[in-house]
């Protein structure tokens, strides 16, 4: 009777081994490819130099990353020229020049807005909002990428906001919805908090800021 309670006991001790395996090996093994996967596209980066000048040809083997401190080294050269006047003239040449052509200049356009967006100081991009979509009743996370839309808000009579709502798994997948400012609520959950439940699918929750709190000043005291 024992051996037969225990068999499902076994079971259970075994699935929970599993999973916490894999809890530990998933996120480090995901890390491992990302970053190789990163390096292998910035060791591209070597083919701007001249075969006689590679790693290959100096040393006898190739140097994995030496893409990265390539790149580093043109982002750095790219950063200094552009900040004076001479670099900035040719960059507004350059972009005069992208403008004109049809398709490229939308694609530019977009990438360069997004960018801008998300590496300036402005905090509209980092907040987190929840609005009532697909219905009323059933809530989505979103990020608030923009205080206010002029035209939406003079043409609707409301003050609207945008917020750009993910896909789970891929938070780089999903849609821009335009809503009334006062249907947005906006949480003190960080995005980055935000981000692990949505590619998990939510799986994971972080906890309340609050409750955190209250529980460090309790283990304090």
Request: aromatic content about 8%; glycine content about 6%.
């Amino acid at each position: 009777m024992d051996t037969v309670l225990r068999k499902p006991e076994r079971k259970r001790s075994v699935r929970r081994y599993l999973v916490a395996g894999v809890l530990v090996w998933l996120p480090i093994v995901a890390t491992i490819w990302v970053v190789s996967f990163m390096l292998r596209i910035m060791d591209r980066t070597m083919l701007l130099v001249p075969p006689a000048y590679r790693p290959e040809a100096l040393v006898g083997f190739a140097l994995p990353g030496a893409g990265l401190l390539l790149a580093l080294i043109v982002l750095l050269l790219t950063g200094l020229l552009v900040t004076n006047l001479i670099g900035r003239q040719l960059v507004v040449w350059g972009e005069d020049l992208l403008n004109r052509i049809p398709v490229v200049r939308t694609v530019y356009g977009g990438v360069k807005s997004f960018a801008e967006s998300v590496f300036s100081q402005s905090n509209s991009f980092r907040k987190v909002v929840m609005i009532e979509y697909p219905r009323n009743g059933l809530w989505s996370l979103g990020f608030l990428t923009a205080e206010d839309v002029p035209e939406v808000s003079q043409r609707t009579g409301e003050a609207h906001v945008a917020v750009y709502i993910s896909s789970a798994l891929n938070a780089t997948a999903g849609f821009l919805v335009m809503v009334p400012r006062s249907s947005v609520v906006e949480l003190d959950m960080s995005v980055d908090a935000a981000l692990k439940m949505i590619i998990t699918c939510g799986v994971v929750v972080p906890p309340h800021p609050p409750a955190i709190k209250a529980e460090a000043d309790k283990n304090a005291a």
